[in-house]
């Protein structure tokens, strides 16, 4: 098993491009998510999905856009890039605990580094 | 906002020492999990424990939840240079928020050989 992968890893963007960050995950996990960590600042959660088709919002969503067609996949989109967006980007998997909707263990990926000039 | 924050900021010991870092958090919790994450690199799990539970044990990780004080506590006993890396506590909640995990800035932890 692969666990879940991320690509690209590394990306350098000038000032209002776009791109999409993509995220693989081959448990057969429900949920889905992408964090950004900065300096001293631990993780921060920009989005979520609980499920094929469903996506919400986390702590810092304003300038990312997500999409989650296929359960394995987890789309993450900069429209308009901003030197603010210049972070390491983080996706998890994880599935709840049975009966519930508590998240249980998170599995990350490895992690894309994105500078924004 | 973070949930949980972890004390110390840092920590600086020698190999073979033990090495405790604690946890606070603000609201009632389902579940708290302990992460470490290597420099450069993603997190990875090391133990969960539920709000049910007191204590729990993994090799040689030993992790306390004392939900009255709403704090946790993770002790890695003879560490070695291995072990160094950050440490993160995460918080998950029942109710409106429970998909989520809320993580803290994290402890860095240098073991000197």
């Known amino acids: 098993n692969a666990g879940v992968t991320q690509t690209p890893k590394f990306r350098v963007l000038k000032t209002g491009q776009s791109m999409t960050l993509l995220c693989a995950q081959d448990m057969n996990h429900e949920y889905m998510y992408w964090y950004r960590q900065d300096p001293g600042m631990g993780l921060r959660l920009i989005h979520y999905?609980?499920?094929?088709?469903?996506?919400a919002k986390g702590e810092v969503p304003d300038g990312y856009n997500v999409s989650r067609l296929k359960k394995q996949n987890f789309l993450l989109g900069l429209e308009s890039a901003a030197p603010s967006q210049t972070s390491v980007y983080f996706c998890?998997?994880?599935?709840?605990?049975?009966?519930?909707?508590?998240?249980?263990?998170?599995?990350f990926g490895p992690g894309t580094r994105l500078t924004v000039l | 906002s973070q949930q949980g924050e972890e004390d110390p900021q840092a920590l600086s010991i020698q190999e073979g020492e033990n090495a405790t870092m604690n946890c606070s958090y603000k609201t009632s919790i389902n579940n708290l999990q302990w992460y470490r994450q290597n420099s450069g690199r993603g997190l990875v799990h090391l133990i969960l424990i539920r709000s049910n539970e007191r204590e729990k044990h993994s090799g040689r990780l030993r992790v306390t939840l004392d939900t009255s004080k709403k704090s946790s506590s993770l002790l890695i006993t003879a560490s070695r240079a291995a072990d160094t890396a950050s440490y993160f506590c995460?918080?998950?909640?029942?109710?409106?928020?429970?998909?989520?995990?809320?993580f803290g800035k994290g402890t860095k932890l240098s073991v000197i050989p």
């Open positions: 995460a918080t998950a909640h029942s109710g409106a928020g429970s998909y989520q995990l809320t």
């Open positions: 999905s609980v499920g094929e088709g469903t996506t």
């Open positions: 998890a998997s994880s599935y709840p605990r049975p009966g519930t909707t508590v998240t249980d263990t998170q599995y």
